[in-house]
């Protein structure tokens, strides 16, 4: 399906350095912040209390979430769980408040709201827990880069393994930079859309690395960059198709998803859009940098060209 047919290709190549220079730059800048500033850690990994209350009836979590925040609590999370008349409250550690007094604090001025509230549970998630958490996050991340790194190495080969990776974690980066820069709380539903990001931005760079091979099998007296300059352009309306439809969706929660959902759809949204740019401008040029050749990708064959519109000419590895 294609809503467009480009007839000419678009010489992407011609200006690869520009974009590398662009995509360096916001790199060392989100790298800068991140060293500078830091994440804004939430409760799941810096340590606080975590409350368990019940109503009488479906609970009206923005209010709540108000009456807290009024209480002098920032970045309080406040979530449905189970029923809609259970919810959780999470409240960072504040020093020399314990953690029975925050509950106290937050259970009075809920009853002055509703008589009806009771609390089922209440306890502190200490530093240990969060620090386990972090430990945890980042050998997630570990794997899926590595994991990614060795399916790229074993169907392509290893320069487009290191064009792609390169890639995918400047994307990484730029998301925690913007969450470093602008302060946002960086949770693990946050963490979450990262590695999804990382997941989904490779498969651009698949798609891009598949028609690069299909290319060098069929247009044999194009170079390098002309080769990847026709892969790009040949799929242009399937990369609008795909990251149009799923930037929809994530815009749903980022608009009306609520406070719950807001953070995770806004680093989904930054990665989307970063990651197209990186998969079509800097996975692509890294590879042709590294010296990608029709013999890297393909066996021996006929030493004629074949006819881009025959449907039986294609790639073979």
Request: aromatic fraction near 12%; charge should be neutral.
């Given at each position: 399906?294609?809503?467009?047919?480009?007839?000419?290709?678009?010489?992407?190549?011609?200006?690869?350095?520009?974009?590398?220079?662009?995509?360096?730059?916001?790199?060392?800048?989100?790298?800068?912040?991140?060293?500078?500033?830091?994440?804004?850690?939430?409760?799941?990994?810096?340590?606080?209390?975590?409350?368990?209350?019940?109503?009488?009836?479906?609970?009206?979590?923005?209010?709540?979430?108000?009456?807290?925040?009024?209480?002098?609590?920032?970045?309080?999370?406040?979530?449905?769980?189970?029923?809609?008349?259970?919810?959780?409250?999470?409240?960072?550690?504040?020093?020399?408040?314990?953690?029975?007094?925050?509950?106290?604090?937050?259970?009075?001025?809920?009853?002055?709201?509703?008589?009806?509230?009771?609390?089922?549970?209440?306890?502190?998630?200490?530093?240990?827990?969060?620090?386990?958490?972090?430990?945890?996050?980042?050998?997630?991340?570990?794997?899926?880069?590595?994991?990614?790194?060795?399916?790229?190495?074993?169907?392509?080969?290893?320069?487009?393994?290191?064009?792609?990776?390169?890639?995918?974690?400047?994307?990484v980066i730029i998301i925690l930079g913007f969450?470093?820069?602008?302060?946002?709380?960086?949770?693990?539903?946050?963490?979450?859309?990262?590695?999804?990001?990382?997941?989904?931005?490779?498969?651009?760079?698949?798609?891009?690395?598949?028609?690069?091979?299909?290319?060098?099998?069929?247009?044999?007296?194009?170079?390098?960059?002309?080769?990847?300059?026709?892969?790009?352009?040949?799929?242009?309306?399937?990369?609008?198709?795909?990251?149009?439809?799923?930037?929809?969706?994530?815009?749903?929660?980022?608009?009306?998803?609520?406070?719950?959902?807001?953070?995770?759809?806004?680093?989904?949204?930054?990665?989307?859009?970063?990651?197209?740019?990186?998969?079509?401008?800097?996975?692509?040029?890294?590879?042709?940098?590294?010296?990608?050749?029709?013999?890297?990708?393909?066996?021996?064959?006929?030493?004629?060209?074949?006819?881009?519109?025959?449907?039986?000419?294609?790639?073979?590895?």
């Amino acid at each position: 399906m294609e809503f467009f047919k480009i007839k000419k290709d678009i010489p992407f190549m011609r200006h690869a350095l520009v974009f590398n220079v662009i995509s360096f730059v916001t790199f060392a800048m989100a790298v800068f912040f991140l060293f500078s500033r830091g994440l804004h850690l939430s409760v799941e990994f810096t340590g606080g209390t975590v409350m368990e209350v019940s109503y009488s009836q479906p609970a009206e979590v923005e209010k709540i979430r108000k009456l807290v925040t009024e209480l002098g609590f920032s970045d309080v999370q406040v979530q449905n769980f189970g029923t809609a008349r259970d919810v959780m409250i999470r409240l960072p550690s504040q020093q020399g408040v314990s953690t029975a007094q925050q509950s106290e604090r937050v259970m009075g001025a809920l009853r002055t709201d509703s008589p009806n509230v009771v609390m089922k549970r209440t306890e502190f998630v200490g530093p240990q827990v969060g620090q386990e958490l972090a430990q945890d996050g980042l050998k997630a991340l570990g794997m899926v880069v590595l994991g990614i790194m060795i399916y790229l190495a074993f169907r392509f080969e290893w320069k487009y393994a290191v064009a792609a990776i390169i890639a995918n974690l400047h994307d990484v980066i730029i998301i925690l930079g913007f969450f470093a820069f602008f302060q946002w709380e960086f949770s693990l539903s946050v963490l979450a859309a990262v590695l999804a990001v990382l997941g989904y931005s490779v498969n651009e760079s698949v798609v891009i690395f598949d028609r690069i091979r299909e290319n060098f099998r069929r247009y044999r007296k194009l170079d390098t960059p002309q080769i990847i300059d026709n892969a790009i352009t040949s799929t242009i309306s399937r990369t609008i198709i795909t990251h149009g439809s799923t930037q929809i969706m994530v815009l749903s929660m980022l608009l009306f998803g609520g406070p719950t959902l807001f953070y995770f759809a806004l680093a989904l949204t930054i990665g989307i859009l970063f990651g197209i740019y990186s998969s079509v401008f800097v996975a692509a040029a890294i590879a042709m940098w590294l010296g990608i050749r029709r013999e890297d990708l393909v066996k021996p064959g006929a030493k004629k060209d074949e006819d881009p519109n025959d449907p039986n000419s294609g790639a073979t590895v």
